[in-house]
């Protein structure tokens, strides 16, 4: 970790002063911990045989020992005893809001006194050191430690012996939402003054630090008997209400991770990591403490984050397509666009697996959009090959559709690839449909930039009657559990029949989703409900295996028929990569 800034000016001392070692220290706990030095060639050294803790102790902005071997307590120093340093002189540095003490400081093989100039020459280095140090180690908008830092400390105080560690790992609830309604100063006041509250719960016996954004760290070194009080006490502190510029008054939420253990369970860096896969899957408690199981789960979510990012390690999120064919017709008439993530360990995972670690990481909205993204860029792809290009539908989560600018952002991914809005269709899950009003609302932006709508899931949950009357739409689609086994239950085909017959009075398109069986495809042909998604007509295939099909059948199946169309569509199924 040694900083070539730092080893500058360590020379730079060494140097002007005429000494003939230095260095910048830092005390940790028992330990002196040097970040920089030159003509040693430890940095670890305990604070029983270090001068620099004494210069710390002696809260004096200079600190000197003419000659060492003139005083007993000096002189036992191994520098002095051992090498024949008799000089040293140093200026006390304060770094952080903690906050962390440290020396820059030099020694003379010769005794002596440093001049008035020299001393102010050490004095304006200090200046320039506390400087760098903050600027590396230091968070700025907290004042408090970052996590190169705090990982270092705790890892020294590990190999030095330290018997129990508590890691504690701190997320802000709903910092995001705040962040993008209040606007970034307002998110650093309330990042701040719960670092302050941290800090002044943690006091002598504990590292604390931040983290970055949301995230704050902390590490109890004694063993304590009542941990768990004070971990109580922390989150209670934290949650109390904070006065936000604009006399705004918030009350915060935070999940607390804990991993408690002796050193050999692992490195700092893993303990802490532990502590905060605990809040990945903390399920809404306010603390959790670490579990192996946990793990898995942890890292995929860590994994995943990358992967939105753009970073190609753990993979790729790919977009498969599922056929919507109209039986009476023998055409295809849409694609629904799913999701999926090709892991290099674990394969093909399904949005079932990850979408919910999304959410709950605050990444869903991110997540949406790469997938409109990937769409876009596939329908630009089929247009430009002269190909029979039907809509393709996508599902947006509650808090993607309700995101700020939601509607701009579409836009200018469909002004990127150029593609009408006609090529598009959002479809409204039941759970979207609690507030119909807002909802509405804001698929009026979709629908000005020529946006289908469909309303998914119909006849389950809030999706109703009163959701196809106020939302302007274009299609329902009816949820598997009313359509599998139709062809052989009264109850069901009563209610398929009279979905279809709303459907008709409201003048909209009804689509059967999950249609596996033949029978059941009979059925609904024989009461004119052509329109079907499921795996009867193949399984969702990535956009190269739908180029291969589309370019084989440039004018449609109509022609072929329907069993030719669905041979079609299996196969390429079949033949896409799992």
């Not at 532990?274 to 809404?284: I, Q």
Request: proline share 4%; aromatic share 6%; glycine share 8%.
């Amino acid at each position: 970790m040694d900083d070539h800034r730092l080893r500058r000016l360590t020379s730079l001392a060494i140097h002007s002063l005429q000494a003939d070692i230095g260095g910048i220290s830092i005390l940790q706990a028992d330990r002196i911990w040097l970040p920089s030095h030159v003509g040693l060639v430890t940095n670890i050294i305990e604070t029983s045989a270090s001068f620099c803790a004494l210069a710390i102790e002696a809260d004096q902005r200079w600190f000197e020992i003419p000659d060492a071997r003139q005083s007993e307590r000096y002189a036992v120093n191994p520098l002095v005893q051992l090498c024949n340093f008799r000089h040293y002189a140093a200026v006390p540095l304060t770094l952080g809001s903690a906050p962390v003490h440290g020396t820059l400081w030099v020694m003379r093989l010769r005794p002596g006194e440093m001049t008035a100039a020299q001393r102010e020459a050490l004095a304006d280095l200090a200046d320039l050191a506390t400087e760098a140090l903050e600027v590396r180690y230091f968070d700025e908008v907290t004042g408090m430690c970052n996590q190169t830092f705090f990982e270092h400390q705790l890892q020294s105080l590990i190999n030095a012996g330290l018997s129990q560690v508590t890691v504690g790992y701190v997320n802000i609830r709903s910092f995001t939402p705040l962040r993008t309604a209040l606007g970034e100063q307002v998110a650093q006041t309330l990042v701040r003054i719960l670092g302050a509250r941290l800090v002044a719960w943690a006091g002598a016996g504990a590292l604390v630090s931040h983290l970055g954004g949301d995230r704050f760290g902390f590490a109890l070194l004694t063993p304590d008997a009542d941990v768990d009080a004070r971990i109580d006490a922390v989150v209670e502190l934290l949650q109390r209400p904070v006065e936000l510029p604009g006399n705004r008054q918030y009350w915060p939420k935070v999940q607390v991770g804990i991993r408690t253990a002796a050193p050999a369970d692992g490195s700092a860096a893993e303990l802490l990591r532990n502590a905060g896969s605990a809040t990945v899957v903390n399920r809404g408690w306010d603390i959790r403490r670490y579990n192996e199981a946990h793990v898995d789960e942890a890292i995929l979510l860590s994994e995943l984050c990358d992967v939105i990012l753009g970073k190609p390690e753990h993979g790729a999120l790919e977009v498969h397509y599922q056929a919507q064919v109209d039986i009476a017709s023998s055409a295809l008439i849409g694609w629904e666009a799913l999701v999926r993530w090709r892991h290099p360990k674990h394969g093909l995972l399904v949005p079932g697996v990850f979408i919910p670690m999304a959410e709950k990481a605050g990444q869903i909205a991110a997540l949406d959009l790469l997938v409109l993204r990937q769409v876009c860029h596939d329908l630009r792809e089929w247009l430009d090959s002269g190909v029979m290009v039907t809509p393709v539908a996508l599902n947006f989560s509650r808090s993607t559709l309700f995101e700020t600018n939601f509607a701009g952002s579409v836009a200018s991914i469909m002004d990127l690839h150029d593609i009408p809005g006609e090529y598009l269709e959002c479809e409204i899950t039941e759970t979207q449909c609690a507030d119909v009003a807002a909802l509405a609302s804001m698929l009026g932006h979709l629908r000005a930039l020529n946006w289908r709508i469909a309303i998914d899931d119909f006849g389950t949950g809030h999706a109703n009657l009163e959701t196809v009357r106020q939302v302007p739409c274009d299609r329902i689609k009816i949820d598997r559990q009313f359509v599998q086994g139709v062809s052989s239950s009264p109850v069901l085909s009563g209610l398929m029949r009279t979905l279809g017959e709303i459907a008709r009075l409201f003048n909209l398109e009804l689509v059967c989703e999950g249609v596996e069986d033949a029978n059941d495809v009979r059925w609904l042909s024989e009461q004119a409900l052509p329109l079907i998604q499921g795996w009867y007509f193949g399984k969702a295939i990535p956009s190269a295996s739908v180029m291969d099909l589309l370019l084989q059948w440039p004018a449609g199946f109509q022609a072929a028929g329907i069993d030719k169309l669905r041979d079609q569509l299996v196969e390429g199924s079949i033949a896409a990569p799992a």
